[in-house]
């Protein structure tokens, strides 16, 4: 978040948040194969539970996947990998949604920071935020500062110390942008480098009803190529995506370089790599990345 063409784009307010519909997946179980008349030991059943809470977890939501995708995201978010140094950012880089502020660049102007602070205010009343809930709610859709100079961003760092604050932030960035991401991509059939994709552009692009936001960017890629979940190509599909996603992002002019994209994501699909299994080596605005 160290230059405008570095953060978020989200157009989604808080009337029209996301429009992605966290879609429920049903896990069929696979049985154990066994002979005729042959009694199902206990330990079987324990194996199979055991297999069946693993696979729940398999994609981005895994752990260790999930800490690849906030250090993807961080890296094109915030030219670093220490994405957890970012709770107590805050900015106004004059794209027109007032304060971004956090982990995942919650916006004064779209609703998001007002969700994530009502969340706080929620669990630690009289905290140093609350305060500015109803100025929040005024600017909410603009980019004014009204009511919230000339301390909220002190204040804001000092919430940052609080580990209440920071499970907050987790949790809203959870809520709004990686849990439908992934549920999504699940319904969709694909793996974990396509549920990336899907929630690194929601978190630019947000899921507004607008050209560019998510689910048109889910739709125009659905205009040429089907979904694994629909029979078809998950590579195919994927690069219809990306193809789409920097559609959208060239439809406006801080979001021109689409690096994050054709450096990045896309040298994990042409590699095959849909696990997004380390090592990982990518390129954003030119910065050069690795997990190992």
Known sequence: MHAPHKRTARRNTRSARIAVIAVGLTLTAIPVTAYAGAPTHPAVHQQTAIAQQTAAATGLDDPAKKEIAMQLVSSAENSTLDWKAQYKYIEDIDDGRGYTAGIIGFCSGTGDMLDLVELYTQRKPGNVLAKYLPALREVDGTDS????????????????????????????????YFNPAVSRGKADGIGTLGQFAYY??????????????????????????????????EVTYLNAFLDARVWAMRQEEAHSDTSRVDTAQRVFLQNRNLNLDPPLDWKVYGDSFHIG
């Open 145 to 176: 500062h009204d009511g919230l100079d000339p301390n909220f961003t002190r204040d804001w760092a000092t919430a940052a110390s609080d580990s209440v604050f920071k499970q907050a932030q987790n949790d809203e960035r959870d809520r709004v």
């Open 200 to 233: 690194d552009a929601i978190v630019m692009h947000g899921g507004g009803d607008d050209s560019t936001s998510f689910g048109a960017i889910r739709e125009r890629a659905l205009a040429t190529a089907r979904t694994p979940a629909q029979g078809g190509d």
